[in-house]
C-alpha cells in the first residue's frame, strides 16, 4: 500500500529536513530508512507521486574533437498534450517483500474475476504474477523498486483501457554531427507516438559482491535494472545519413507509419501485443581489455516491426515488416579512452 503524498509537499519536507541546523555529531547517528521504518512514520508503506509534464530541450549536445547534437526534442502526451495520468510508487524492499511489478496488476483483476483467464496473457500474468496472496514479484532486503504506471486505468474490466491509459509522443528535429569539416544531418523529422506499459526500474543492493558473465566480464552484483513494456502506433523518419551495425547504410531513407509491437509469430505470450525492452547497468571489469567501465549487459528486446511505406530517395519502394525481431545475448562495456 502506498501514500499518495502531493509533489510540493514532498519536495518541501525534503527542503525543510535538508536547512534545519543540526550539529555534526547527529549526523554520526543516522541510519538509512527502510520500509519498515517509514511505515511506523507515517502508516503507510512506500512513496507514490503522480506526474504531470512536457518536456522541451532546444539542444543537447557531446563535444569531443567534433560535435553530436539533439536537435529540437520534446516528449508529451499524443499531439503535444500534456504528458499526464503518471503514477510512480518507490519502495525500499523488505526481505522477500512482494511489490507491484511489470503486468501484476493485470492478475490482481485476473484474481478477482474482473478479466477473462481464458485470455492466454492474462492467464499467464496470473501465473507469473501470483504470490502466495499477493501480485507482484519477491524482492530482496534493501532493493529499491520504481513502478511506473498510470493513474487512473479506467474500466477495470476493459484490457485495452488498462494497456492506453499512458499515451505519449516524442519529437526530435534532427541528430547532427559537426567538425571542421562542417555539418551533416544522421536522422531529421522523428516522430513517435504510441503507449506506454508497465515499466520498473530497480536498483539492486547487492553489497560489494560480483559476479562473471557468460563473457567473462565481471561486473557488480548492484546494479540498476530495467524492464519496460511499450507500443509505438505511429512513427515517422527521414533517414539522412547513417550506418545500421555498421553494415548497412541507409541514407536517404524515409520511413512513415512505422508500428513497433508483438502482436506476430512465436514470442507473443506474456507481452499484450506490446514490445518489450530489459537492461541491466553496473560497474564492469571487461575479461578482453582489462578495462573498468559501465557495463549494460542480460539486454534483451522483442517486438515485431511494421513499415507500411520506405523510402528511398522520395520514392516509395513498398512496404517492410520484421516478426518476432529479437536482440539478445547482448553484453556492452563502455569506457572511456
Known amino acids: 500500500m502506498f501514500t499518495r503524498i502531493p509533489l510540493c509537499q514532498f519536495i518541501t519536507g525534503l527542503c525543510f529536513a535538508g536547512g534545519a541546523a543540526l550539529p555534526l555529531s547527529a549526523f554520526a547517528d543516522f541510519k538509512p530508512l527502510t520500509d519498515s521504518t517509514l511505515s511506523s512514520v507515517t502508516g503507510q508503506a512506500g512513496v507514490t507521486i503522480e506526474l504531470e509534464t512536457k518536456l522541451n530541450i532546444d539542444r543537447i549536445t557531446w563535444t569531443d574533437e567534433g560535435a553530436l547534437s539533439v536537435n529540437g526534442f520534446r516528449l508529451s502526451g499524443h499531439n503535444d498534450t500534456t504528458l499526464d495520468n503518471l503514477r510512480l510508487t518507490v519502495d525500499i524492499a523488505g526481505d522477500g517483500e512482494v511489490l507491484e511489478h511489470g503486468f501484476s496488476e493485470i492478475a490482481r483483476r485476473a484474481a478477482a474475476g474482473q478479466l477473462d483467464t481464458s485470455n492466454p496473457d492474462v492467464a499467464d500474468a496470473l501465473a507469473k504474477y501470483s504470490m502466495g496472496g499477493s501480485y507482484g514479484k519477491a524482492f530482496n532486503s534493501g532493493d529499491m523498486v520504481i513502478h511506473l504506471g498510470a493513474t487512473d486505468y479506467g474500466d477495470p474490466t476493459n484490457l485495452n483501457d ?20 562542417g555539418s551533416a544531418n544522421l536522422f531529421s523529422n522523428i516522430l513517435l507516438q504510441g503507449y506506454v506499459g508497465p515499466t520498473d526500474l530497480i536498483i539492486r543492493n547487492g553489497g560489494t559482491s560480483t559476479r562473471t558473465l557468460g563473457n567473462g566480464n565481471t561486473v557488480s552484483g548492484s546494479e540498476l535494472q530495467l524492464d519496460t513494456h511499450f507500443e509505438i502506433t505511429n512513427g515517422s523518419l527521414n533517414w539522412d545519413a547513417a550506418d545500421l551495425i555498421f553494415i548497412f547504410n541507409f541514407a536517404a531513407v524515409g520511413i512513415e507509419g512505422l508500428q513497433i509491437h508483438n502482436r506476430r509469430g512465436n514470442d507473443t505470450l506474456g507481452h499484450f501485443g506490446m514490445a518489450s525492452a530489459t537492461a541491466k547497468l553496473s560497474q564492469g571489469t571487461s575479461a578482453g581489455s582489462g578495462k573498468s567501465g559501465l557495463s549494460i549487459h542480460d539486454v534483451e528486446f522483442r517486438a515485431d516491426i511494421d513499415m507500411p511505406v520506405f523510402k528511398v530517395g522520395g520514392t516509395s519502394i513498398g512496404s517492410v515488416q520484421f516478426t518476432d525481431f529479437a536482440i539478445k545475448n547482448t553484453t556492452i562495456m563502455v569506457y572511456g579512452h
Not at 162 to 180: N, P
Open 162 to 181: 488498462y494497456l492506453r491509459a499512458v499515451d505519449f509522443e516524442l519529437g526530435i528535429d534532427s541528430l547532427t554531427t559537426s567538425g571542421s569539416e
